[in-house]
């Protein structure tokens, strides 16, 4: 992980999030960044990975494994996603605002998980620390570290990840998959509307 964020830079990056899914719920577009008025660390390209969360259930998540994009611009942009653009739920809507908690999850680059036999794999990985990245030929999903709270054990989380994919959920007792892991540094709140 490159340099800890600190309390400014996080209160910043929360304040973009949270006016870009303001933005979202509204319909409009969040107003460009001035970048040169940022600190250098949110300048610095970054990956996030934006949750939207509603009375605790998810309501929206979308972010990006690779860091080719300045931080700040990246929290917007997934902030934006995760309100209206992921598939799994209508587009967010200004009476929801007030019921919303927003997380963001900084990434390390993925690293990819070296082993031999499937049975190795559970055993490899480090619930509760590691976000896991399966791939497959062309499906390819991934689950945050903060997944292992629903799903702690292993062989749970590696099936449901296995089935995010597109995939029957023991393929990865049956094959040697691809594997990265990351890990995340992440803040949360409850924005103040």
Known sequence: MPQ?????????LMRIASD??????HRRRPEPLQLELLPETLR????????????????GCIGSLEAWQPLAEDVQ???YQAAVQD??????????????????????PPEPLIYDSPADLPRLLKPHQDGVVLSDGIRRATFLPQVWEQLPRPEEFLSHLCAKMGARSNLWREKVLDVQIYHVEEFKQKPEW
């Open 87 to 108: 598939s799994r739920f209508p587009p967010l809507s200004p009476a929801e605002l007030p019921m919303i908690e927003i997380e963001i999850s900084r990434l390390t």
């Open 20 to 25: 870009s899914v303001y933005a979202a719920a």
């Open 44 to 59: 610095q390209n970054g990956a996030v990975f934006v949750t939207l969360t509603k009375s605790g259930e998810l309501r």
């Open 77 to 79: 942009l997934r902030a």
């Open 4 to 12: 800890k964020l600190s309390r400014d830079d996080w209160n910043t």
